[in-house]
């Protein structure tokens, strides 16, 4: 069969994101061919699938388990020039970042905020305030100037203290107040998949890619076989290029193809979140640990206390990656240093997440830390392997690996818009967001903070999820009480944002099972009624479901035993 005798079956049209489509979406996309097939749906491969589909291409998304199911809903979630970074004079990565966190102040607003930093400095440390300042001069130059705030110097302990009141006084000289951003991880994939399916590109939850044929060959497009994890129905379908944009995942997926190097060195980061109540901070605190001088965050987020990370190598089952108490104690030594009276112990620890850095395999023997955290692309025949990065410069590294990607499969294609497209939920919102979520409690009498977390998540669809609430009020019910997550989301999920199972919507759409004082194991019941009712499951369906949701829950809570 040659390139031009193979019949393309699609149709172009919008798909749908109701996860009610399922089925139909693959028995439309069985068989068909397609300019590129984009296996992965991190934020990698749904910011390639978004800016592809924007050059008019025809592409195919496919995910092995829910958008963003890998690292891309389990990092720190800072979108950020990565100051750090100054320390190894990596200029261009911290001028990209920077860069990017402005681009993506542009395009999705409601999902990228500002937030404000700390950064003390002690006596001990490597370096001393005023070269500290001076490489937040050059923070701030390498965003052009252009940060919503430069950052100010505390030039004495007091100073420090009045900010962050916490901090241990001991040694410290000082600190600076900065600027970076804060994100949802998973919302942001998401909102990338949701664009490039309204501009005609099909994606596909839960089907792992198990072969590709051809990747090499010249003659013929290559065959990309997927296999339905529900059903266990296998598929295939043509595609003249292969994005493999699999994160930890990508040597494997290297291997379908014949492509033997291994590109990839995993190593696993753990976050720790404790309630607010416990370890309140003013500011998302940049400090280093007293254990090896790394760097670690307490952040600020959805009213609780976020501590992270770790960093170590990794070589177990990447799909499911237990928090350890040795994980825990050391987040927890490292900010019971810094912040002396807070005296926290596992018993404080509300949630945990782990995730794997798809570190891009350096020469020699360097620590996990040391290993550079550019991303690379490889063009191996018609696959193109994006690996390594960031998730502040996925629009980027997506323009790069569509213009390799259609390279090598010999696509012509013009240069990439997505600097000038707003994702879905930013178009037509109000820059004002406290406005548009009063605006919002006063239309829908929803309460006051449930409205500012749906204009945060959702942008413009806020009024999408209130509908829900007017259309039957015990929607409007929260989702855990101490939390602004409502059971209209859980629908709303389901009918327009591709959620398949309870760990879909409690650990990714809704992040509850982050925050939540009991990470949502009380509500999983009622969720799963709600899903179960529109997706038509059976009693073992249902149950499948809430045992993949507590096998997450067992994991980050692995810790305990
Ligand atoms: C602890 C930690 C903290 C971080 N903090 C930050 C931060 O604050 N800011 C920042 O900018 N970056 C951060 N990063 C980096 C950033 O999160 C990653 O670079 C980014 O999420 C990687 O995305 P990805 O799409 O490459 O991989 P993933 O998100 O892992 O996506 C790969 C996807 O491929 C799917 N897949 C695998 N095999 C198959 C198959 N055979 N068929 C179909 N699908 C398949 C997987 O299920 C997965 O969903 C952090 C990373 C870690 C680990």
């Keep these: 069969m040659t390139m031009d005798t193979v019949a393309t079956a699609l149709v172009p049209h919008t798909w749908s994101f109701d996860a009610r489509q399922r089925s139909a979406t693959l028995a439309a996309v069985?068989?068909?061919?397609?300019?590129?097939?984009?296996?992965?749906?991190?934020?990698?491969?749904?910011?390639?699938?978004?800016?592809?589909?924007?050059?008019?291409?025809?592409?195919?998304?496919?995910?092995?388990?829910?958008?963003?199911?890998?690292?891309?809903s389990r990092s720190s979630k800072l979108v950020h020039g990565g100051l750090r970074y100054l320390e190894t004079y990596q200029f261009r990565l911290v001028f990209e970042g920077t860069n990017e966190r402005a681009a993506l102040r542009r395009i999705a607003p409601h999902l990228v905020r500002p937030l404000m930093f700390a950064l003390p400095v002690y006596k001990e440390d490597r370096f001393p305030l005023w070269m500290v300042d001076v490489g937040l001069w050059m923070y701030d130059g390498l965003a052009l100037f252009k940060n919503e705030r430069l950052h100010t110097t505390l030039r004495s302990p007091e100073r420090m203290l009045e900010h962050e009141p916490l901090l241990n006084p001991e040694g410290l000289s000082g600190g600076i107040i900065y600027y970076d951003c804060m994100t949802d991880d998973a919302r942001i994939t998401l909102e990338n998949a949701m664009?490039?399916?309204?501009?005609?590109?099909?994606?596909?939850?839960?089907?792992?890619?198990?072969?590709?044929?051809?990747?090499?060959a010249t003659d013929r497009p290559c065959t990309v076989h997927f296999v339905d994890t529900f059903s266990g129905r296998s598929y295939r379908v043509f595609s003249h290029g292969v994005v493999n944009c699999t994160g930890a995942w990508t040597d494997a997926v290297r291997q379908m193809a014949e492509v033997d190097a291994a590109v990839i060195r995993?190593?696993?980061?753990?976050?720790?979140?404790?309630?607010?109540?416990?370890?309140?901070?003013?500011?998302?605190?940049?400090?280093?640990?007293?254990?090896?001088?790394?760097?670690?965050?307490?952040?600020?987020?959805?009213?609780?206390?976020?501590?992270?990370?770790?960093?170590?190598?990794?070589?177990g089952d990447l799909g499911e990656i237990e928090v350890s108490g040795e994980d825990v104690d050391y987040l927890l030594a490292a900010a019971n240093h810094r912040f002396p009276t807070a005296q926290l112990t596992r018993d404080d620890v509300i949630a945990t997440w782990a995730g794997l850095r798809p570190l891009v395999k350096p020469e020699g023997d360097v620590s996990e830390s040391e290993i550079p955290r550019e991303h690379q692309i490889y063009r191996d025949g018609r696959m193109t392997t994006v690996a390594g990065g960031k998730l502040t410069t996925y629009r980027r590294m997506a323009a790069e690996t569509v213009d390799a990607a259609a390279a090598a499969a010999g696509l012509g294609v013009g240069p990439s818009k997505t600097l000038r497209h707003l994702l879905p939920g930013a178009r037509g919102l109000d820059q004002d967001l406290n406005w548009a979520a009063t605006d919002l409690a006063e239309r829908s009498s929803l309460p006051e903070d449930v409205c500012r977390r749906l204009v945060g998540v959702y942008g413009v669809h806020a009024d999408r999820v209130a509908a829900y609430v007017a259309a039957a009020p015990s929607f409007g019910d929260r989702i855990s009480p101490d939390r602004p997550a409502i059971f209209a989301e859980v629908a709303h999920a389901v009918d327009h944002e591709l959620a398949a199972t309870v760990d879909d919507v409690l650990v990714r759409r809704t992040s509850v099972a982050l925050t939540a004082e009991d990470q949502g194991s009380e509500a999983a019941e009622r969720a799963a009624d709600i899903m179960g009712a529109r997706l038509d499951w059976t009693a073992a369906e249902r149950q499948t479901h809430l045992d993949e949701f507590e096998r997450t829950l067992n994991l980050s809570r692995a810790f305990r035993l």
């Design 195 to 216: 664009a490039a399916s309204e501009l005609g590109s099909p994606v596909v939850t839960r089907v792992r890619v198990t072969g590709v044929d051809d990747a090499r």
């Design 266 to 315: 995993p190593t696993k980061g753990v976050h720790v979140v404790v309630k607010s109540s416990r370890l309140e901070v003013q500011y998302a605190n940049t400090l280093t640990t007293p254990q090896d001088g790394r760097v670690f965050f307490a952040i600020p987020w959805q009213g609780r206390t976020v501590l992270g990370t770790t960093d170590t190598d990794f070589d």
């Design 30 to 72: 069985d068989g068909g061919t397609f300019d590129l097939v984009i296996v992965g749906g991190g934020i990698n491969g749904a910011g390639v699938a978004h800016d592809a589909a924007l050059r008019g291409l025809r592409v195919l998304l496919l995910e092995q388990r829910d958008l963003a199911f890998g690292t891309s």
